[in-house]
């Protein structure tokens, strides 16, 4: 009895793999089966199987017309040839429309990650375009080096036309008093140093 219970199964370890010397119909369209009749399929879409299978069919047909009657093993009709041929045939077909079916679902799955893809892109480039209008408008609110510089110079046409610029603001805008005011305090510097020496 305690043997029984250490060989049950045990919830909280995981199974241990065993080796099936039958398999299962299930593990005949695994993944495995699935990816050698992929390349048997386009094994037979070459050159290389179409050459090969057109000389096979030659020797045969060689064989048993050119041997001596004892070594013929298939005379004319070829019977046992279109047997072999046939039971090529009916194998390769499935086969072959297996492999298609994997590559159609492939390609589904791949169509779907692209939609995916392409929605997702879509979806960050409104959001690009909506940032960049948005910082647009409000690039237009915000005030710039050249409509300050404009605000101020209206501004100081206004206070020059009420009369309200401080002298020295005026005569800054005007050069030739400038230059008049100038001549005139290098004047009284000159007359200053002449009266200390």
Sequence with gaps: MAERRDRAPRLDQPREA????????????????????????RYMGTAYFLIGMTFFVLA?????????????????????????????????????????NRQADRDRVMLEQDRTRDERNLADTEFLTREVAAL??????????????????DLLDEMEER????????????????DASDS?????????SRRST
């Design 60 to 100: 045969w047909v060689v064989w048993n017309l050119a041997a001596p009657q004892d070594w013929r093993f298939d005379e004319y009709p070829f019977i046992f040839l279109t047997l072999m041929l046939s039971l090529q045939a009916s194998y390769a077909a499935p086969l072959i429309l297996l492999a298609q």
């Design 18 to 41: 065993r080796r099936q010397f039958l398999t299962r119909p299930e593990a005949l369209t695994s993944e495995a089966f699935g990816v050698l009749s992929e390349k048997f399929a």
């Design 184 to 192: 005139q305090k290098r004047r009284t510097d000159e007359g200053g």
């Design 136 to 153: 647009r408008i409000a690039m237009r609110d915000s005030a710039t080096r050249d409509f300050v510089r404009g605000e101020l110079r």
């Design 163 to 178: 009369g309200l610029v401080i002298g020295r603001l005026a005569k800054a805008d005007k050069p030739g008093r400038r």
